[in-house]
Each structure stands twice: as structure tokens, then as C-alpha cells.
């Protein structure tokens, strides 16, 4: 069984906004620390954002100010809402446990004019 399945991504023009949403199973989720984080080809994985169960967040330097996490710990849920998008912002996101575990299949964001 795949633990996340990340959604919400798309191609967005410069400035542009998206909401990414995770869908998590598991027992686990309401007692663990969360994360969004990116990957481009030839490129290391990335932490874009973590959320603690608390609602404590921490953010990677290029999207302070721009990116926000929220989780639903009832609904099994993450989110990432991203504003002001950037062609770097470009990459395949995941969710996952943080530090994380077994990855999904990820969702594709492609910022270009």
C-alpha cells in the first residue's frame, strides 16, 4: 500500500499559485512529523517544508514567504500551498514522513510562461 499519494500539481505560469494535497494511510499520521519535498532530475531531493503534529513549520530559504504547509490530522492530510511560483520551483513534489520513509509516485509542477 502506497502511504502517499501527493496531487494538485500542474503547469503554472511565473507568479502563478497552486495548492498540493497528500492523502496519507496509516495509523501513523496523527503521531508524526510531516514534510513536502522536491526533486529535479540529475538533482538530490530536497525539504521544501516541514509540519510537526503541533503545527510547528520550517521552510527550505527559497520558499520563505511563498510557500505555506497546513496539515488535517483528522482527514490524514497535507497540504502545500505555493504562491508566487518560480521556474526553479519546478519538480516533481512528495510528501512524506519526516524524516521520511517509503516515497509515492509524487506530482509534477512545471512553472513556465
Known amino acids: 500500500q502506497v502511504p502517499f499519494v501527493e496531487s494538485g500539481g500542474a503547469l503554472v505560469q511565473p507568479g502563478g499559485s497552486l495548492r498540493l494535497s497528500c492523502a496519507a494511510s496509516?495509523?501513523?499520521?496523527?503521531?508524526?512529523?510531516m514534510g513536502w519535498y522536491r526533486q529535479v532530475p540529475g538533482k538530490q531531493r530536497e525539504v521544501v517544508a516541514t509540519?510537526?503534529?503541533?503545527?510547528?513549520?520550517n521552510y527550505g530559504d527559497s520558499v520563505k514567504g511563498r510557500f505555506t504547509i497546513a496539515r488535517d490530522n483528522a482527514k490524514k492530510m497535507v497540504f502545500l500551498q505555493m504562491n508566487n511560483l518560480k521556474p526553479e520551483d519546478t519538480a516533481v513534489y512528495y510528501c512524506?514522513?519526516?524524516?521520511?520513509?517509503?516515497w509515492g509516485q509524487g506530482t509534477q509542477v512545471t512553472v513556465s510562461s
Open positions: 512524506n514522513l519526516n524524516p521520511p520513509g517509503a
Open positions: 496509516g495509523t501513523f499520521f496523527t503521531i508524526l512529523s
Open positions: 509540519i510537526t503534529i503541533t503545527g510547528g513549520t
